[in-house]
């Protein structure tokens, strides 16, 4: 076992087993983050910190799997639901641009009607009359349920959908890999194993994907240490995650709520702690985000002490953590303060974390 720095109560590992990542879990938190900061400067030397300009597009909000934490989702037939047009797309789109945008966040429900061909025409529609706009898009569990009503594999649904032009999927959809906790949270949504595959096959296409998870479902401390090692070994197989965004759940106006009243808003030390933990176990992983949308700017900003590379979205717009109630945003100007702010060089980056302009 490699160990580079010590601390009085915790050591920088290269490689942690579980049985560390539980005792460090539980450390000082001043402690594991000088150890997730130090690993950070040994990764990313230079000190820069990076963002992306993107919009968050959500196609559809209509929604048959029902997550008991989603406070966005709403049936067919709902007044409230609705399908994009692409002139409205179009329009979002035009207005990422004017701002420098780069990528688009394109996700929605798991829509029963909605089948490969509409999907392949809609990216075909983006792709041609924006080409130099990178759409992160859909997630696992949309990428199984077309899968399921097109009656095709999930990696011919990635295959079809990259040559239409779509280069990367984000790591919505995972919440904690667990399938106890999955059970009840989300007992519609793909298992973990399938989760898993599915980013699996979009790395062997070449595509390159985000992994996530939300905390505060429920789960235990052994919980989130196998969702982390679960990355840690696809990682290890497939390569093609760029980067870990840690998120905590939301629980106003959720279902789940009502269900599990026990489960509250997380407090910044927690978040802090297991953002920390993330960089110091998933040592196969480049970079690591910080959730600013959830924890708010200055959480945000305190997360690059704790390991965190990138500052993640200016995210023009966003729309699934808001239904809940929580709802920052931020500005390019804003973020390079807060980069700023901590002693680093704030760098907009692309979807494959390729560095466009520094300031």
Same mark, same amino acid.
């Given at each position: 076992?490699?160990?580079?720095?010590?601390?009085?109560? =915790?050591?920088?590992?290269?490689?942690?087993?579980?049985?560390?990542?539980?005792?460090?879990? $539980?450390?000082?938190?001043?402690?594991?983050?000088?150890?997730?900061?130090?690993?950070?400067?040994?990764?990313?030397?230079?000190?820069?910190?990076?963002?992306?300009?993107?919009?968050?597009?959500? +196609?559809?909000?209509?929604?048959?799997?029902?997550?008991?934490?989603?406070?966005?989702?709403?049936?067919?037939?709902?007044?409230?639901?609705?399908? =994009?047009?692409? &002139?409205?797309?179009?329009? $979002?789109?035009?207005?990422?641009?004017?701002?420098?945008?780069?990528? !688009?966040?394109?996700?929605?429900?798991?829509?029963?009607? =909605?089948?490969?061909? +509409?999907?392949?025409?809609?990216?075909?529609?983006?792709?041609?009359?924006?080409?130099?706009?990178?759409?992160?898009?859909?997630?696992?569990?949309?990428?199984?349920? !077309?899968?399921? !009503?097109?009656?095709? %594999?999930? @990696?011919?649904?990635?295959?079809?959908?990259?040559?239409?032009?779509?280069?990367?999927?984000?790591?919505?959809?995972?919440?904690?890999? %667990?399938?106890?906790?999955?059970?009840?949270?989300?007992?519609? @949504?793909?298992?973990?194993?399938?989760?898993?595959?599915?980013?699996? &096959?979009?790395?062997?296409?070449?595509?390159?994907?985000?992994?996530?998870?939300?905390?505060?479902?429920?789960?235990?401390?052994?919980?989130?240490?196998?969702?982390?090692?679960?990355?840690?070994?696809?990682?290890?197989?497939?390569?093609?995650?760029?980067?870990?965004?840690?998120?905590?759940?939301?629980?106003?106006?959720?279902?789940?709520? $009502?269900?599990?009243?026990?489960?509250?808003?997380?407090?910044?030390?927690?978040?802090?702690?297991?953002?920390?933990?993330?960089?110091?176990?998933?040592?196969?992983?480049?970079?690591?985000?910080? %959730?600013?949308?959830?924890?708010?700017?200055?959480?945000?900003?305190?997360?690059?002490?704790?390991?965190?590379?990138? =500052?993640?979205?200016?995210?023009?717009? &966003?729309?699934?953590?808001?239904?809940?109630?929580?709802?920052?945003?931020?500005?390019?100007?804003?973020?390079?303060?807060?980069?700023?702010?901590?002693?680093?060089?704030?760098?907009?980056?692309?979807?494959? +974390?390729?560095?466009?302009?520094?300031?």
């Amino acid at each position: 076992m490699l160990r580079v720095v010590n601390y009085t109560h =915790l050591s920088i590992i290269l490689i942690m087993t579980k049985q560390e990542a539980l005792q460090a879990i $539980k450390e000082n938190l001043n402690a594991i983050g000088a150890a997730a900061l130090e690993t950070k400067r040994k990764l990313h030397p230079d000190r820069v910190t990076t963002f992306v300009i993107d919009r968050n597009i959500n +196609y559809t909000n209509i929604c048959h799997i029902g997550c008991k934490f989603c406070a966005f989702r709403v049936v067919e037939g709902d007044k409230e639901g609705y399908i =994009l047009p692409y &002139e409205v797309i179009d329009r $979002k789109i035009e207005e990422l641009i004017a701002i420098g945008g780069t990528q !688009i966040l394109f996700q929605g429900g798991a829509h029963p009607k =909605l089948a490969i061909d +509409y999907y392949e025409n809609l990216i075909d529609h983006i792709h041609t009359t924006f080409p130099a706009i990178d759409i992160h898009g859909f997630s696992a569990v949309e990428i199984a349920y !077309i899968s399921k !009503i097109s009656a095709i %594999s999930s @990696k011919e649904v990635l295959a079809r959908l990259q040559d239409r032009g779509m280069r990367s999927m984000p790591g919505a959809g995972a919440e904690i890999l %667990s399938d106890r906790v999955r059970s009840y949270v989300s007992p519609n @949504k793909v298992t973990v194993v399938d989760w898993l595959r599915i980013h699996g &096959e979009a790395h062997e296409l070449g595509m390159t994907t985000s992994a996530t998870m939300v905390f505060g479902l429920g789960e235990s401390d052994e919980e989130i240490i196998d969702h982390l090692e679960s990355l840690r070994v696809q990682q290890d197989k497939t390569g093609g995650f760029t980067a870990f965004i840690l998120w905590s759940y939301q629980p106003d106006r959720t279902p789940l709520q $009502k269900l599990r009243p026990d489960l509250t808003k997380q407090s910044p030390n927690r978040y802090l702690r297991l953002l920390a933990l993330a960089r110091l176990y998933l040592n196969n992983f480049q970079n690591i985000q910080s %959730s600013w949308v959830t924890q708010g700017a200055y959480i945000g900003q305190l997360a690059l002490r704790f390991g965190a590379n990138d =500052l993640g979205s200016t995210m023009m717009e &966003e729309n699934v953590v808001a239904a809940t109630g929580c709802s920052h945003s931020m500005a390019t100007n804003e973020m390079v303060a807060l980069i700023k702010g901590v002693g680093e060089i704030p760098v907009q980056r692309n979807t494959r +974390y390729e560095r466009l302009r520094s300031f």
